[in-house]
């Protein structure tokens, strides 16, 4: 979880491929945040929603050193450093009513349940008890009430970490393979999206940034998966070609590995005419699959 290179490739904002991080919008912000940890990632999966989402320019400020966290008490920077000061998790809500007004961590729960709920008659009641809490523990009441107006406006899109890290793993480990493996990454990303024509399109552009190259199906060469060629060139996969059953390609692949390629179009619709059909040639040679043999024209 401490690769540079994997961190660069994400603050880049090319994205395409890696979890959760693929939007317009998320490009954008993961290139104005610049991630350098699983907890930056953790921070903008969970902030990248309506209503936290305005608090991401304080996050980086803090972040940068433009500003200093806003803890509102020392007691919370242990809570509350991982965001910047800013107020994101449920976790951290439960978390500040323990440390500030003496809660235990199965009532804070019950807070924080009222506050994702939006139990306004349930936070009514419990905001007397919250600041009596707190001035138990010695604390200022202009703070606390400010503490608590901060709670109040987080906790109703206040977002479980356990969740947002989970998928901050993902996501980072989906880069990780991106930035180290990029051909087998893409070959594998393109068969994942095969049945998306517009993820396709994406993919391809994706692999002609990176300077791979996507080559042709072909009944010689193909697989029935995309798979690396040459170390440095995707080949297409014959279970990509639309109205070819997978039944078809399997029997074209293991007739040409136990018998070696097809030397022309004679010899392949004879050796395979047990398995596929005039119809599924058909697409094979418009797709482009039989090129090698002549003219498309001319092979129907």
């Not at 998320?26 to 930056?40: F, G, Q």
């Not at 707190?134 to 987080?154: I, R, S, Y």
């Not at 398995?275 to 039989?290: D, F, H, P, W």
Request: charged share 30%.
């Amino acid at each position: 979880i401490h690769d540079s290179s994997t961190y660069d490739t994400i603050k880049s904002g090319h994205t395409v491929g890696i979890f959760q991080m693929e939007s317009e919008g998320m490009k954008r912000t993961v290139r104005t945040i610049k991630p350098s940890s699983l907890e930056d990632i953790c921070y903008i999966l969970a902030a990248y929603r309506p209503g936290p989402m305005q608090y991401i320019a304080e996050y980086q400020a803090v972040k940068e050193g433009k500003q200093k966290a806003d803890y509102i008490f020392s007691e919370l920077e242990p809570v509350l450093s991982v965001t910047n000061g800013v107020i994101t998790y449920q976790e951290q809500v439960m978390k500040i009513a323990q440390v500030i007004a003496g809660y235990s961590l199965g009532r804070a729960d019950n807070l924080r349940r009222a506050m994702g709920k939006k139990k306004i008659e349930v936070m009514d009641a419990e905001k007397p008890l919250f600041i009596q809490g707190a001035l138990d523990q010695g604390f200022e009441k202009d703070n606390v009430e400010k503490l608590w107006d901060k709670l109040v406006l987080f906790a109703n899109y206040g977002f479980n970490k356990a969740h947002s890290a989970s998928y901050a793993t993902v996501s980072y480990r989906t880069a990780y393979l991106k930035t180290h493996y990029p051909l087998e990454y893409m070959a594998a990303l393109l068969e994942g999206d095969l049945e998306k024509f517009d993820r396709v399109i994406l993919d391809l552009k994706e692999c002609e940034r990176l300077g791979i190259e996507v080559l042709p199906p072909d009944v010689n060469k193909s697989d029935y998966y995309f798979k690396t060629e040459d170390g440095k060139n995707i080949r297409f996969g014959l279970a990509g070609i639309k109205n070819v059953g997978g039944d078809i390609v399997k029997g074209i692949v293991e007739e040409r590995n136990a018998n070696g390629e097809f030397e022309h179009l004679d010899d392949f619709v004879h050796r395979v005419l047990d398995v596929a059909t005039r119809k599924s040639i058909e697409y094979l040679i418009m797709a482009g699959c039989l090129d090698s043999f002549g003219d498309r024209v001319s092979l129907l």
